[in-house]
């Protein structure tokens, strides 16, 4: 018994290959799929007319991970809930069972690498752009499956100065991080003058000081809009990535009264109130960022960053429409998963200022004299 398409150590979850192999008509494998010790299916598969059994996993290896939302102080966050060891146990109960071990890393890309190993060590897990303008206070990450022991190195661009390469954190082999990338992380790496950092560079290094990894550049952007919110959401190649939507939002709350009959008596028993924001993304500046922007719409897991920290949403109604060499624009509709039934507001403690108190007769002298009118006119 053999099982093809089974060499690899390294994987995407999304990328998991096929397996296949011959067995008698009326003979049946025994499949046990394990993921950090932890036994997570137990399955028997049957072959064909011609005796081919066929194998596919993907669907239930997709489920097994996430990712989580690092702490906006954490400087390396290790994402221990995506990716583990699997462990494949197969049997046909005659020959010798065989057993098969890889690394599983949650995501995936539409066409698989050749070397999962070789394609994690350069590239980061995103698909944003590799250019990105980001503000002070936008969080901001980047997720990398360290294959051996790595550090990333920035590279600071300074107005009227040469660049500053420094190290922003060591990466453990064998591990997947998220590291915060965020303009703030990178401003205090040169507190010394003469400026702030404009752009910088993003990369990963070996232990031997050469790169492995592509580059990603973020520039700081002041520009301002009317509405602005910022997303975080969890990409399709197993990273976490945030983005910008700058166009109108509106809010409206929306009520759902649940009421029943008590003692010949109607009575409201629960009114469930629920927040809803109608979005829209603003003017795209590229394709590009266009296309980027999907990743958001088809996540499972989106949050709005609040402050410095992120809140889950839902996103609902969206219309995405594009036309090649326009600029374009879209709408959605989003909810925070909240249902609370209570509500709360901070209160001042200190003193309140005394209130402004009219006299009960008004002043026989206008308040408006002739010259001043004549002087402001």
Known sequence: MNLVDIEGTTNLAGNFPVLTTTVGVDSALLLDVVLDSVLVVREKYFPDDSGIVTIDLVNILSELQELEVPDSETDIFHQVKGYGVLGLFVSDGVEEPITYYSVLIRGGVSKAPVNTSTFLQQNFLTWQPQ????????????????????????????????????????????????????????????????????????????????RMSNIQRYGLTKEYFEYEDVFLFENSIGGIDTIRFTGESIKRNEFTISRAVFDKVTKDYKIRKLTVFKKNTGVFRSEEERDWSVEFFTSLRKFLQVGSNFVQIYADEIKLESTRYKINNGDFEYAVCLDDQYYSVERETAELAAPHIFPVELPEEPIFTEQFTNQYQ
Do not use: R
Not at 157 to 182: K, R
């Open 131 to 210: 250019i990105k303008k980001v503000k002070q206070n936008d969080q901001e990450w980047l997720t990398y499956y360290a294959t051996t022991p790595a550090t990333v190195k920035v590279k600071a661009y300074f107005t009227g100065s040469a660049p500053v390469v420094g190290n922003l954190v060591d990466l453990p082999g064998g591990e997947l991080s998220s590291f915060n990338v965020s303009y703030g992380t990178i401003d205090s790496l040169f507190p010394a003058p003469p400026t702030s950092p404009v752009f910088y560079d993003i990369w990963v290094e070996d232990t031997e000081g050469d």
